[in-house]
């Protein structure tokens, strides 16, 4: 609400129309300790997203980024989920950067299930699981 209420719909026509792509990023700790990683967030400006930024729906923008992902877009939850399951980052720090935890725990769950990273993602590493097996960390 940073522009007068009678200038708001003007604002955000104008906001729809001229974004192309959204993109923010995370340097996370690597499993190892010997450095980061990037955890990256990719919106791109599609018909759908301009309609919900024009029609005062932002809240919506999260799901449309997730069911589109074919498409190059992909939010923070989804690319901790891919982080932790390729092992470059700890349960932990995963977690601790995540937007919604739970959608987190969802995603991760979602994917072992299917059997990416193993049937226990982060086993081989001693790190805490999904399934309360490993060391705890307070989640």
């Known amino acids: 609400d940073v522009f007068p209420s009678e200038q708001q719909d003007q604002i955000r026509a104008q906001l729809a129309n001229s974004l192309q792509c959204i993109?923010?990023?995370q340097l996370l700790p690597v499993t190892d300790g010997g450095g980061r990683v990037a955890a990256h967030?990719?919106?791109?400006n599609i018909p759908a997203i301009r309609n919900l930024i024009r029609e005062k729906?932002?809240?919506q923008?999260?799901?449309?980024?997730?069911?589109?992902?074919?498409l190059g877009m992909?939010?923070?939850?989804?690319?901790?989920?891919d982080r932790y399951l390729d092992r470059q980052i700890t349960l932990e720090t995963a977690m601790?950067?995540?937007g919604n935890v739970g959608n987190l725990q969802r995603l991760i769950s979602h994917a072992a299930s299917e059997g990416r990273g193993?049937?226990?993602?982060?086993?081989?590493?001693?790190g805490p699981m999904l399934d309360g097996s490993g060391p705890s960390i307070g989640v």
């Open 23 to 25: 993109m923010s990023q």
């Open 41 to 44: 967030e990719v919106m791109l």
């Open 57 to 59: 729906k932002e809240f």
């Open 61 to 70: 923008i999260h799901s449309v980024m997730m069911t589109h992902s074919k």
């Open 74 to 81: 992909m939010t923070m939850d989804q690319c901790l989920r």
């Open 96 to 98: 601790a950067h995540a």
């Open 118 to 126: 193993g049937s226990r993602p982060g086993a081989d590493r001693g």
